[in-house]
């Protein structure tokens, strides 16, 4: 039996969930069994327009099965010109308008199940996106929890504010969503804003991309450049560009990347008012109930850097 660790990676892309897949991808311990797509940064045309031609410029042929393209109750009111990510979620980059890669037929949480049903090992979520698709699965197929090893999200925030006090994006948006993988009982590790804000790239890195000589290398060099110029005319200048998304994928290639963690009890508010979709984490222990995350705090960014390159420079 393979010693690489099955995984899904349901995402949004995106330009930091396209160094999510370049990681995921690139990556000797990580088998990828499929790429399930959400709405989210995009509506749902644009995301999976985005995973193909990130998948087909890098020479890679996965399973792309389209999913949900609203949350559970609450609406999808996203425009094209919301967000940090452009008009076509990967602003800055020109992928070739012919591309051969194509949908699955079938749908995100089909895959998911077929996936996590067959696979003769525990298959790892990771999450990068809204948690649409993964709470739909585990709402819809509970007796295929047993065989979920873990579930890497990158979603909440325990301490960090940016916009609104306690909100990250992909819990937020859907926070019903969350709410099912929080209280699922699979074992989950938390990436949020606490951490994924702690590493940015900035342009020696991308530079060091370049290097590589790959055309994976030259398509991340140009996106996260302009990524840095979008993202700091939204937000604030951070002198670099964070990458939120990949993090919860190298904490699954390598958990001691973590330096940093704390379990702890993690619950969103789905209750309408001004903290509706917060995360609230329970990080002093006075809940009194039992810890069902485990919150990332700190990572070897130095490490983490070094694994993106080199995944860039195994793919074509």
């Known amino acids: 039996m393979s010693d690489r660790i099955p995984v899904i990676l349901d995402c949004d892309p995106g330009h930091d969930d396209m160094v999510a897949l370049v990681l995921a991808l690139g990556s000797d311990r990580l088998d990828v069994k ?9 509506a749902m045309e644009k995301v999976n327009r985005n995973t193909l031609n990130i998948l087909n410029w890098c020479g890679v042929e996965k399973e792309v099965a389209a999913g949900a393209v609203r949350p559970l109750v609450r609406p999808y009111n ?3 010109t919301d967000g940090c990510h452009g008009l ?11 591309n051969p890669l194509k949908l699955s037929k079938r749908r995100a949480i ?34 295929l929890i047993p065989n979920i090893a873990r579930i890497s999200m990158m979603a909440g925030t325990c301490h960090f504010i940016l916009t609104e006090p306690f909100m990250e994006f992909n819990a937020y948006l859907d926070a019903e969503a969350t709410r099912i993988i929080f209280e ?9 804003y606490d951490v994924t804000y702690s590493v940015l790239f900035r342009q020696d890195f991308t530079q060091r991309l370049l290097a590589t000589g790959t055309r994976t290398g030259l398509m991340m060099q140009k996106l996260l450049d302009e990524f840095t110029v979008l993202h700091n005319k939204r937000w604030i200048d951070l002198g670099g560009c964070p990458v939120h998304d990949a993090c919860a994928v190298a904490g699954v290639i390598d958990p001691t990347i ?7 009890y993690v619950r969103i508010q789905t209750e309408p008012g001004p903290l509706s979709g917060a995360t609230i984490c329970d990080y002093q222990h006075r809940s009194g109930m039992e810890p069902n995350a485990e919150v990332v705090f700190a990572m070897d960014n130095q490490r983490f850097f070094d694994m993106v390159v080199e995944s860039a420079a195994k793919l074509k």
């Open 34 to 42: 499929a790429i399930t797509n959400v709405a989210g940064n995009k």
């Open 78 to 80: 996203r425009t094209d």
């Open 88 to 98: 076509t979620g990967l602003d800055g980059f020109d992928f070739p308008a012919d």
């Open 110 to 143: 089909e895959v998911m199940a077929d996936v996590v049903r067959h696979s003769p090992k525990p298959v790892t979520l990771i999450t990068t996106g809204p948690t649409t698709n993964v709470g739909l699965f585990l709402r819809a197929f509970p007796d």
């Open 184 to 192: 699922s009982g699979v074992p989950i590790t938390m990436f949020g």
């Open 258 to 264: 973590v330096t940093r963690s704390e379990k702890m």
